[in-house]
């Protein structure tokens, strides 16, 4: 019964902290890290952290133009904003 508790709580954990896989093309497609991030930057994003996750996202944690808190995963390939979560 213990075995079968820690299993279930290790699959939970997982899926809970996993986030959104958005690309699976050769990096050598991707946006140049350097420049996708001066371009949020003119969009007013302040950055915090810029990483790459294991879900090959470009992913970011700071404040939107609002000066909100956010943390957002962007497609490398596209841009686009793939997940979002904003504090209000």
Do not use: H
Request: charged share 35%; hydrophobic share 35%.
């Amino acid at each position: 019964m213990r075995v079968l508790f820690f299993t279930t709580l290790t699959l939970l954990s997982t899926a809970v902290f996993a986030g959104p896989q958005c690309t699976d093309i050769d990096k050598s497609k991707w946006l140049d890290q350097a420049k996708f991030q001066e371009d949020l930057k003119a969009k007013g994003y302040e950055i915090k952290v810029f990483k790459v996750t294991d879900g090959n996202c470009y992913e970011i944690y700071g404040w939107d133009k609002d000066k909100k808190k956010v943390e957002i995963y962007f497609d490398p390939v596209t841009g686009k904003t793939v997940k979002e979560e904003i504090e209000e």
